[in-house]
């Protein structure tokens, strides 16, 4: 058995590839079936994010290529073009991973609490269409108690730092006072719930919620005090925005270029901020090149995110020194479950041997042998069967491999080292 983890995210890759290989909600079920139908992979499970798409498995051989090319018939990427971005994880390496990053510690924003979120929705999408098994299982629930730990015994989450906090941040280095401002929220998920929060908090003068559901939009913009919109009469509310903030689930550019030079015109060159937090892309990048138009994306937040993560930074150390313990206490079970089934086989191979010649044995006492001649043979015989596969398998292993296994053998018969024909 092999646990795998192949991925890309912010520390490996721009953003113009995670939104290109990313998967969306709604194509996550039939992509993920896919994946688990493929020969040789008895688990799987995909989280896909605004800052990484990562794929574990459970395999019967450590085979990596496989995930690759399955990833890159799902986004119809070019045979390779995957390989100068993607991470791999193995083993040990997988479990340490998993738990850093459901505690907050490999996000742009360490310690932030959303993608614990994400990894929750990633465990139950793969736990309805069937892809899960003991392992992963194990992992996702274990890596759900670890993050609980982590922020319960930790200051890791102290200090409000998040995508959301970084971008009204960086529109307030360029909007010192909010009150005169009308802000346009482009979409009603947790992201914008948490903008519109912290706008709110620096007095925001007029708040704005656009969504495909026109229900999801009023009931966040009931709680927000702004304006639900459908996204279908987003034209007539742009030219209104000073500042736009879109962070939807969209495939496809939510803001083109079109609309927003008309909206534009109808401001008379009065500046806006866009900021576009959305993988794939919910804003055109070519907006940006637009004059009065100041566009700014995932990856221009950091900065922003640096000078805020400082008071974390001695946090992070005692969480990264408590995910590396449950880390060794989730590969020790891994490891007795493998050695479990291991002796199970064993045992089994061994009570397989043992009927066999005990049906000879009996067989021979039937025909008449004597009972002392029937016994001697079923001893000499059992004990030549159990002997014979591992004394064959070290009398044809190489130099190093034969003392690997003279060494178990000693171990697992507790045999003296100076034993001697």
């Known amino acids: ?176 006072d909010f009150r005169d401002q009308t802000a346009l929220l482009i979409g009603a998920g947790e992201t914008a719930t948490l903008l519109g929060r912290h706008l709110r908090k620096r007095d925001v003068g007029r708040l704005v919620v656009v969504n495909r559901s026109l229900e999801r939009a009023q009931k966040l913009a009931q709680e927000l005090g702004g304006l639900a919109v459908a996204r279908a009469d987003l034209a007539a509310h742009l030219p209104d925005a000073d500042l736009v903030i879109a962070s939807t689930g969209a495939r496809e550019h939510v803001l083109d270029r079109p609309l927003v030079q008309a909206a534009i015109q109808r401001r008379r060159r009065k500046p806006v901020l866009m900021i576009d937090l959305a993988v794939p892309r919910d804003i055109d990048p070519e907006i940006g090149a637009l004059e009065d138009v100041y566009l700014y994306g995932l990856d221009d937040l950091r900065e922003v995110i640096a000078d805020n993560l400082k008071a974390r930074a001695a946090a992070a150390e005692q969480a990264e020194v408590l995910i590396e313990n449950y880390a060794g206490d989730f590969m020790r079970w891994l490891d007795s479950r493998d050695s479990a089934a291991t002796i199970r086989q064993l045992r089994a191979h061994a009570r397989q041997q043992r009927d066999l010649v005990l049906d000879k044995a009996r067989r021979r006492l039937l025909a008449g042998t004597p009972p002392e001649e029937v016994l001697s043979y079923l001893a000499d015989t059992l004990c030549n069967r159990l002997m014979h596969e591992p004394s064959n398998a070290l009398r044809k292993a190489d130099a190093v491999q034969q003392a690997l296994l003279l060494s178990a053998v000693k171990r697992l018969y507790d045999l003296p080292d100076d034993t001697r024909e």
Request: glycine letters at 6%; a neutral charge; one cysteine or more.
């Open 1 to 176: 058995m092999a646990l795998v983890t192949v991925g890309l995210s912010h520390h490996s890759a721009p953003i113009a590839a995670r939104e290109r290989l990313a998967f969306t909600e709604t194509e996550l079920p039939d992509a993920l079936t896919r994946l688990h139908a493929l020969p040789g992979i008895s688990e799987a499970a995909v989280l896909s994010t605004c800052n990484r798409t990562e794929i574990t498995a459970v395999m019967e051989m450590d085979n990596d290529s496989c995930l690759f090319e399955w990833w890159e018939r799902e986004r119809t990427a070019s045979r390779g073009s995957l390989r100068s971005y993607i991470y791999t994880h193995r083993g040990p390496g997988v479990v340490l991973h998993a738990l850093r990053v459901a505690s907050g510690l490999d996000s742009m924003v360490v310690g932030e609490p959303q993608i614990l979120g994400q990894v929750k929705r990633s465990y139950t999408q793969a736990l309805q269409v069937g892809a899960l098994g003991p392992v992963l299982t194990r992992l996702f629930q274990h890596s759900f108690a670890v993050a609980k730990l982590v922020r319960s015994q930790t200051q890791v989450g102290a200090n409000p730092v998040s995508v959301a906090y970084a971008a009204v941040q960086l529109a307030h280095h360029i909007f010192t």
